[in-house]
């Protein structure tokens, strides 16, 4: 419901929220931030009390939203998320598979107990689910609100909303195991309202899907004032900062949070955690975790700390003073690995051995998702690649900087995997890796392919510009990006372009007047890259031998062979997949003598022809493996002589130790 | 002292046997080597002239295997299956020569050949076979009763750290029972080659009797050398993980080290072997 339909002029509406709202809301008070970072279009105000008991979370919430268009809207739009674990036949099991269970203590849901307008109308009658993707009838993720007079520009619409929130027992992000609770996608949340020209819009208009089987989200900034009650003895982790902490004297506390400019609010309360505390600069991490799995802090601290280096250096900085990140009990462990901004999980287990490098790139990654989710905010329905794709790519980064280049993943003297080789695994094994691009809504990439795709493809034709432009350069384009974007929602093109205009910034044509060859080719396209040696000769430079004519009489001339020294020398490469890249090549000949040729990688064939002393000894291309989007390195290389050692020695030792195994398990 | 000279006569009766513990290191590396040497040459054919063998020498196996040029589900389903068979023929094999190695080891006065060895063998075989098959039944039972149900318990537990020491638990009352279990199954061996009755169950119980005869020395002196063994395992199976050799040379030397130890591998069961057939004879 707007308020009193008046048309407040878009100017004013700050001062006239001020005189008018301050009982209800204190979005303008400035708790954290003496300025608001983002426009702050929604924002809620709800107190929350968790009943272990019955899993249901039981909230008042008092939120609004601002139509800052230029469209009269007739109409709000609500996402229900817990609504998605209500029965097999939602959207969300329907794409997954399976169920949410069969007994009544398995399900979620959110009940809507009253809906009224800042002047107590009942809007109740007024409110539908609806199913805007697919028409799902059994889908009740999504909630239309017909307001009796539509939202002028500049209105803003108040919602005070009772609301009852069952936790499901099957932990996919949200939910509860015995006392455990990871209480996310838990309150009503208003869609976004994207006016004509933000993004990819036309005309005005909600964007608020259905929570969908491999889908993310999608919000505006907002201001968050929850209140959480819990029992005494829960230990509680939020996304927002404490303020107060009251004993209520009942057997119950509760906490009293702020948290502002983030996307998402989630919390999270079992009796079990240990509570370790870290500082970066300015930011107080608050670190929830297992207590048996102590010898994991600090190796999370650690993580969580190189990526607010790192990405601060390389990409912006990380504005707000508090963080909280959690790793789940095994029980819990279905609420690991997600993000929330100020609050995100990761995944550990006991004893992990240091080598696997698991539990630092989940941290890692989660709290990535800070900078890409909640600054930059993109939309993770429609556009899953531009947080997902971008973060993994940042997540490479950083754990192959700091846990050794080529180790980022697996470091043991046995065995190396870089974090980006992981994702290079994933796709070069992948049966379906063309199967669709990354312009592609989450839920519409088929036979599985959402994160092969949305993840390590995009990740893969990241690093492969990285290796073109240089890390210096892919930095620049976002630190812009951040700079142009932050708190504002980009869209893929918008992110395309940030790179079009810095990347000929620093190199002018170098790499032509823009990079759309590139993304039309990775980003939008299916195709694959291999580039490969097919042959290496070494030819001598023949003495004259055959026939020859003096005037009219033949003769024949025999060669002298011991007079060739010269060698033509041509090693043979061919491009074997759709991808058109410029590589490099490096050639070394049998005089130690080294070459390094430039191919811009568009023609079919590519010939490079010596002609002196020296043979060619063998050739690489890509010699570094910058071009992380060949699916074949073994082709990328010839040389005259092999090396079969390396091989050898594996089997050598294979034998041995295939006996050794087969006499200790003889009686 | 009774312990010592049984150590000491086991190793004496290995010593004289050798000639056929080089027949089994001989037939094992084989064995194995039908498995091997068609791998290692596929997967030469398959690298080609490629130089990314390179990156094999640095430990990035995954830049190797995870390309369209290599079959990794083909080579992955070759490798296992081939493992599967030669691990199952080694063992095998290890049963049949378990009879001759018994035979020879024995100490009657008479001197003992290639007919004792493959005579004992062969008559042996499948007595010795059952007898193996108890032995594993009964070492997998334990394990289910000893881990498998405690775990299972634990892991409904809250935390991690039940079930990783409860497992740990486990793995020590394991490694307690597990010998008795091998002392039987010797017994019943060393028994087997001197009645002309092939039945192994019968030979189980005899064992089981027999172990119980000096259950003590029996015990310490096969946990002794069980351990030696274990201990001698690990080392050898890190050791030669960790080697590094780059040069052709370096690779065959590394080679020879290695057959060596699977050499010494074989000789320590067969002294095994002897310390019991020794105690058995001083029962008589
Ligand atoms: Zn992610």
Redesign the pocket.
């Known amino acids: 419901m707007i308020f009193g339909g008046n048309i407040i002029p878009k100017g004013k509406i700050n001062i006239l929220l001020i005189l008018l709202f301050i009982p209800l809301f204190n979005t303008e008070a400035q708790v954290i931030f003496p300025r608001p970072l983002s426009q702050r279009l929604t924002g809620y105000r709800i107190d929350a009390v968790l009943d272990p008991l019955s899993k249901i979370v039981k909230g008042k919430m008092e939120a609004f939203w601002v139509n800052n268009s230029s469209d009269l809207v007739p109409d709000v739009r609500l996402h229900m998320y817990l609504n998605a674990f209500s029965s097999n036949r939602t959207t969300f099991y329907r794409e997954r598979g399976g169920s949410p269970g069969s007994r009544e203590e398995d399900l979620g849901w959110i009940k809507l107990n009253s809906i009224k307008d800042r002047n107590g109308i009942d809007l109740k009658e007024v409110a539908k689910y609806i199913s805007p993707d697919d028409g799902n009838p059994d889908d009740r993720t999504v909630l239309q609100i017909i307001l009796p007079r539509p939202a002028n520009p500049g209105d803003t619409v108040y919602l005070i909303v009772e609301f009852e929130s069952k936790l499901p027992s099957n932990i996919v992000r949200t939910g509860y195991s015995d006392d455990f609770f990871f209480v996310a996608q838990w309150f009503p949340k208003f869609g976004v309202y994207e006016p004509a020209g933000m993004r990819y819009a036309a005309t005005g208009g909600w964007n608020c899907h259905q929570f969908h089987g491999n889908s993310?989200f999608y919000s505006n900034h907002s201001v968050y004032d929850v209140t959480i009650t819990v029992p005494e003895n829960y230990v509680v982790g939020t996304g927002g900062m404490t303020l107060e902490e009251k004993n209520n004297g009942d057997g119950t506390k509760t906490l009293v949070t702020r948290a502002e400019d983030i996307v998402d609010y989630a919390w999270t309360a079992w009796p079990g955690y240990a509570v370790f505390k870290d500082k970066w600069n300015h930011v107080d991490i608050t670190f929830l975790t297992p207590p048996e799995r102590k010898n994991m802090v600090q190796r999370h601290l650690t993580a969580v700390k190189y990526a607010l280096e790192y990405l601060t250096e390389n990409v912006g900085p990380f504005p707000w003073p508090h963080l909280t990140f959690v790793d789940p009990p095994s029980k819990g462990s279905g609420a690991g690995?997600?993000?929330y901004t100020t609050l995100f999980t990761t995944m550990s287990a006991y004893g992990l051995p240091e080598y696997i490098l698991m539990p630092e790139m989940v941290t890692v990654?989660?709290f990535?998702?800070a900078y890409f989710?909640g600054i930059l905010a993109s939309n993770e329905f429609e556009e899953p690649w531009l947080?997902?794709g971008v973060?993994?790519y940042w997540?490479e980064r950083i754990m192959d900087h700091y846990y050794g280049n080529g180790a980022g993943m697996i470091n043991h003297p046995l065995l190396k995997i870089s974090d980006r080789s992981v994702a290079r695994v994933s796709y070069v094994m992948s049966p379906s890796r063309q199967a669709e691009s990354n312009a592609q809504w989450s839920w519409n990439y088929p036979h599985g392919t959402y994160s092969m795709l949305s993840?390590q493809k995009c990740a893969l034709w990241l690093q492969t510009l990285t290796g073109l432009v240089g890390e210096e350069a892919m930095n620049e384009a976002f630190r812009e990006y951040y700079r142009q974007w932050a708190f504002k929602h980009p869209s893929g093109q918008d992110f395309v372009n940030v790179f079009n205009t810095v990347i000929p910034k620093i190199y002018g044509n170098r790499y032509g007047s823009n990079l759309n060859w590139f993304f039309d080719q990775t980003l939008y396209g299916t195709g694959i890259c291999d580039y490969k040696v097919v042959n290496i000769i070494n030819r001598k430079v023949r003495d004259y031998e055959g026939a020859y004519f003096v005037n009219d009489s033949l003769e024949v001339k025999k060669g002298n062979y011991k007079d060739d020294t010269l060698w033509v020398s041509t090693v043979q490469l061919e491009r074997n997949g759709e991808l058109m890249l410029p590589v490099e090549i490096l050639i070394r000949f049998d005089d130690g003598s080294e070459t390094l040729e430039q191919w811009d990688g568009r023609s079919r064939v590519k010939d490079f022809t010596y002609t002196g002393t020296r043979k060619i000894q063998w050739a690489k291309i890509d010699p570094e493996y910058k071009n992380m989007m060949d699916v074949n390195y073994i082709n990328n290389s010839m040389s005259v002589k092999p090396d079969r050692k390396p091989v050898r020695s594996i089997f050598s030792k294979l034998v041995t130790q295939l006996m050794l195994f087969i006499e200790f398990i003889s009686l | 002292m009774k312990i010592l000279l049984n150590l000491l006569s086991g190793l004496m009766r290995s010593v004289r046997i050798w000639k056929w513990i080089l027949a089994v290191w001989l037939a094992t590396l084989l064995l194995v080597t039908l498995f091997t040497f068609p791998l290692k040459t596929g997967i030469n054919a398959t690298l080609g002239s490629s130089m990314i063998t390179e990156k094999i020498a640095a430990g990035h196996f995954f830049d190797v295997i995870v390309n369209d040029g290599f079959n990794l589900q083909t080579v992955l389903a070759i490798f296992f299956s081939g493992l599967f068979l030669v691990v199952f023929a080694g063992s095998i094999l290890n049963i049949f020569f378990a009879g001759g190695l018994f035979n020879v080891l024995k100490e009657d006065g008479r001197r003992r050949g290639a007919t004792d060895f493959f005579g004992g063998a062969g008559s042996n075989f499948w007595s010795f076979l059952v007898i193996s098959i108890i032995s594993f039944s009964v070492i997998f039972l334990l394990a289910l009763i000893v881990a498998g149900i405690p775990a299972i318990i634990a892991v409904s537990s809250d935390s991690d750290l039940i079930l990783s020491k409860t497992m740990k638990i486990a793995s020590v009352i394991l490694m307690i029972l597990i010998p008795a279990v091998v002392i039987a199954a010797d017994y019943a061996r060393a028994w087997q080659v001197t009645s002309n009755e092939k039945n192994a169950f019968r030979a189980f119980g005899k064992g089981i009797k027999l172990m119980f005869r000096s259950f003590f020395v029996s015990y310490i002196s096969v946990a002794l050398i069980l351990v030696i063994n274990f201990l001698f395992s690990f080392f050898a199976v890190k050791g030669l993980l960790y080697a590094k050799a780059s040069g052709g040379g370096a690779i065959f030397l590394l080679f020879l080290y290695g057959q060596t130890l699977a050499i010494i591998k074989i000789f320590i069961r067969s002294w095994r072997y002897g310390v019991v057939t020794s105690l058995y004879e001083s029962f008589h």
Do not use: F, I, P, V
Request: without cysteine; proline residues 0%.
């Open positions: 993310e690995g997600m993000e990654h989660e990535g998702h989710m947080d997902e973060n993994s997540e993840y």
